[in-house]
Every structure is written in structure tokens, then in C-alpha cells.
């Protein structure tokens, strides 16, 4: 195999299939190189939040970066419904964060004081106690201290996405080549040549797309990409009748009907494993919140690698010329403004100055 393109996004995952389905709208040459399905892939183990409540603590300009990309998710999804008609069963109707002690409680209202007074604009939130978060969900626990919540939140399904923006890149003319986790990139005058199990592939620009495969892209590129994985763990109920009709950070429940309960940060590499321990505090404090668990079965488990930077924010980085850095632990809530801006950004060849803020730069001095 040897192909010719314009752009080559290194990764098929949300990330990646977000920026080429953008680049195929702005009828922009390009192919997406996906590793084998024993790849890992955080876009199949994401809880599907679509999120803006805490963005920006450690990096400000987070903040309304996620904002933006709210705002553009009911259009991607009306798009995709209509260009694939697959539902990516999207619902914005807030978000709640559930703090179990006092000591949390207080502390996610000063979290979220500090987004909000280094925003330079709207952002509303509500410190909710006991009996307001009743009024919205009546089953709310009778020990639980409060949450804060957010208007702007929601949810939607990973998966359907996934594969809707796979569907819709392709029917636009996208090439998407499996089994071709790139090994090597190298230099053809101005262009770059990737090497894969089946062949090359030359182009002009490329994308690094490939969650935690961009530390080693990065090494073939002599640059250091500062991602680490970190484990979370959920647990999948049997279908309910619907009982939320907001997201909450802690337990979802999925248009099919099932209750997804998470989550933990757990920093163990590589590990893809599932542990008693941290499944039985997973279902405590679910129960904590919500009492009538107790009669609901859990029918599996499950844990994924979330693409964790520093700060845990995004970075987007032209790391040597014609090279764009695109990496986030956020593909779902993301999504719309990858495909959108910045798909913009690879077909122009730039990014924005006003995205300086988001460059590994960020982690050697501050000011941002």
C-alpha cells in the first residue's frame, strides 16, 4: 500500500474521526489511520457526559473553550441524525455534581467560584443542598450533603457517536484504514511518510489523534507529549424505567435505560483491570446517593484509560511544522468544536494564536 493525501489523521477514535469528519465537510483530502481492535480506546469506555461544570480550574482558558463546544453539540447532532440517522441520543438539560461530606461540598463551591471569577462572561452554577436537589431528583438520598448545578450540562452515547461521525466521514468520501497503526514517521522533502503494517502513507500535514499513542508519535517526531493513562472503572445496571431526566456526574442513566455508576481516577498505567475494592466504593457511594440501588442489579463491569495531560485540559500544537497536536481526555463533550474549529485550524495549516494557551508551553510557566 502506498497512498497519497493531503492531511493523515493518526487515530480512529472520537478525537480523531471529529477532525477528519470536519476536514471531509471543508472537502479537505484525507485518510484516518486506525490501529487494530486490540488497540486501547477511551472512545469506547467513555461514561458519554457532555460537560462544562469544573472545565478551566488549573487552565482558564478551558473554560470557555468547553463552553463553545456545548453551544455547537445540538447542531453536530441534528447533522449526523440527519446525514446517517443514527440518534446520538444527545440531552442538555443540566448537569448535577454530587458531593457526599461537607468538606466536599465547600470545596467544589470554591472550585467552581474560582472558574467562575477567571471567566470573562456568563457562567451560572447552583449550590444545591438537600431539598433543592429533591425538587429535581426526588431520589436523591436523605444523607446526601448537596451538589452543584449547571445548566449548560449534559449527555450523550458514546458509541452511537462514534460511529455516526465514522459513517457520515465515510459517505463524504473519508478513507478510514484499520490495522494500520503508524511505526515510524519520516521525511519526504516538505511531506511526511508514515510507515505501517500494510504500507506507507505520504502526506502533506498530519494529525496526532491517537490518545495515548501520541507519547510514542511524539518520540518519532523528537518531541516529549506529556499524556498518561488513568484507569476509571463503572459498573452497568439492568434496564430501569426512566427515572433521571438530567445528567449527573456520578450515575447516568442511557436512553436504553441502564444506569451507568462511576467513576474513579485511578493511576495504575497500563492496567485495564477491574478491582473489588474500588467497585465496591463505586456502589457504595452510589447507594449513598441513591438508596433505591439497593434493588437494582448490576449486570457488568468495566474499565477504560482516560488521556490524562498534566492539567488534565486539552493540548493542540502545531509540534513541528505541518505536525497538529490533538489530544484531550474529553472526545464526547469535545466533539462539535473538533470538527468545527478545529478542522478549521489543519485545513488552514495554522492554529489561532488565542489558542497559545493550550501548547505544552503551558507546563513550563505559567500566565495562562
Not at 493525501?5 to 484516518?32: F, P
Not at 449527555?155 to 468520501?173: C, D, I, K, W
Not at 430501569?240 to 444506569?259: H, M, S
Not at 509540534?319 to 485550524?345: K, M, R, Y
Request: net charge negative; aromatic share 8%; hydrophobic share 40%.
Amino acid at each position: 500500500m502506498r497512498i497519497e493525501t493531503d492531511v493523515a489523521v493518526i487515530g480512529g477514535g472520537l478525537v480523531g474521526i471529529s477532525v477528519a469528519y470536519g476536514l471531509a465537510q471543508r472537502n479537505v483530502d484525507n485518510v484516518v489511520l486506525d490501529e487494530s481492535d486490540g488497540a486501547i480506546r477511551a472512545s469506547r469506555g467513555n461514561f458519554g457526559l457532555v460537560w462544562v461544570q469544573g472545565k478551566g480550574l488549573a487552565l482558564p482558558a478551558y473554560t470557555g473553550w468547553a463552553m463553545r463546544a456545548v453551544e455547537q453539540w445540538p447542531e453536530l447532532a441534528e447533522r449526523l441524525g440527519s446525514e446517517t440517522g443514527i440518534d446520538v441520543g444527545l440531552s442538555q438539560r443540566g448537569g448535577l455534581y454530587l458531593s457526599r461530606t461537607t468538606e466536599a461540598f465547600a470545596q467544589r463551591a470554591r472550585d467552581l467560584a474560582a472558574v467562575k471569577s477567571r471567566f470573562n462572561g456568563d457562567y451560572d452554577f447552583d449550590m444545591l443542598n438537600n431539598e433543592e436537589i429533591r425538587k429535581r431528583v426526588p431520589e436523591i438520598g436523605p444523607d446526601v450533603v448537596g451538589g452543584s448545578y449547571s445548566r449548560y450540562d449534559g449527555q450523550a452515547n458514546p458509541l452511537r457517536l462514534l460511529h455516526a461521525l465514522h459513517r457520515s466521514y465515510l459517505r463524504r468520501g473519508g478513507r478510514v484504514l484499520s490495522d494500520c497503526g503508524v511505526t515510524a514517521i519520516d521525511h519526504q522533502g516538505d511531506k511526511f511518510v508514515l510507515t505501517t503494517a500494510t504500507g506507507q502513507v505520504i502526506a502533506n500535514r498530519i494529525v496526532l489523534a491517537a490518545g495515548l499513542g501520541n507519547a510514542g508519535l511524539g518520540q518519532m517526531l523528537g518531541v516529549t507529549i506529556p499524556v498518561k493513562p488513568i484507569r476509571g472503572q463503572i459498573l452497568v445496571t439492568e434496564r430501569v424505567p426512566p427515572i433521571f431526566d438530567i445528567a449527573i456526574e456520578q450515575v447516568r442513566q442511557t436512553e436504553d435505560g441502564t444506569l451507568m455508576i462511576g467513576g474513579s481516577w485511578e493511576d495504575v498505567g497500563f492496567d485495564l483491570g477491574t478491582t473489588f475494592d474500588v467497585t465496591r466504593r463505586i456502589a457504595d457511594d452510589a447507594l449513598h446517593f441513591f438508596p433505591f440501588l439497593k434493588n437494582v442489579r448490576i449486570i457488568r463491569s468495566w474499565s477504560a484509560l482516560r488521556i490524562i495531560s498534566p492539567d488534565a485540559a486539552p493540548i493542540y500544537e502545531e509540534v513541528v511544522p505541518g505536525a497538529f497536536l490533538v489530544t484531550c481526555h474529553s472526545g464526547v463533550s469535545l466533539a462539535a468544536i473538533h470538527a468545527n474549529e478545529t478542522a478549521e485550524w489543519v485545513a488552514q495549516g495554522a492554529i489561532p494564536h488565542e489558542m497559545a494557551c493550550f501548547d505544552r508551553r503551558r507546563f513550563e510557566a505559567s500566565g495562562c
